[in-house]
C-alpha cells in the first residue's frame, strides 16, 4: 500500500526502479545517490530511501550498467559518483520499450468492460 512519502505501492516501484534510475542516469549524467533519489522524488515516485536505492546501485554496477567514480567533496566527504555505461544506455533502450508494450497490455486489459457474473 502506499504511504505519504511514497505515493506508489511498493512492489510497482521495485518494478520499475531500476529503469527510472538509468532513466535519471541518461538524463541528467553522472550523479550521486542522494541526488538521484531527489530526482526520484520530483519525477513523483516519492521518496525512495538509501536502503533501496544503494543496493541497487551495487548491482547495476555489478551488471555493468553503471560505472562508479569517487570524487572529493568540497569542504566534506568525498561522494561516489555514478554514470550509466554504453551497456546501460542499451539496456534502458530495451527496457523502456518493454515496459512500454507491457504497459499498453494492461491498459487494453484495465479498459475492458467487466463481464456480467452469472
Known sequence: MATSSTPWPGDWLRGVLEI???????????????????????????????????????????????AIEWRPGEGGPGRKYYEITASGTAYLGDSVAQWRAFARTMSA??????????
Open 20 to 66: 527510472a534510475v538509468l532513466r535519471c542516469l541518461a538524463d541528467g549524467g553522472p550523479s550521486y545517490g542522494y541526488a538521484i533519489a531527489l530526482a526520484l522524488e520530483e519525477a513523483g515516485l516519492g521518496q525512495v530511501k538509501g536502503g533501496t536505492l544503494y543496493p541497487l546501485l551495487g548491482r547495476l554496477e555489478e551488471a555493468g550498467h553503471v
Open 109 to 118: 486489459l484495465l479498459e475492458q468492460s467487466p463481464s456480467p457474473t452469472a
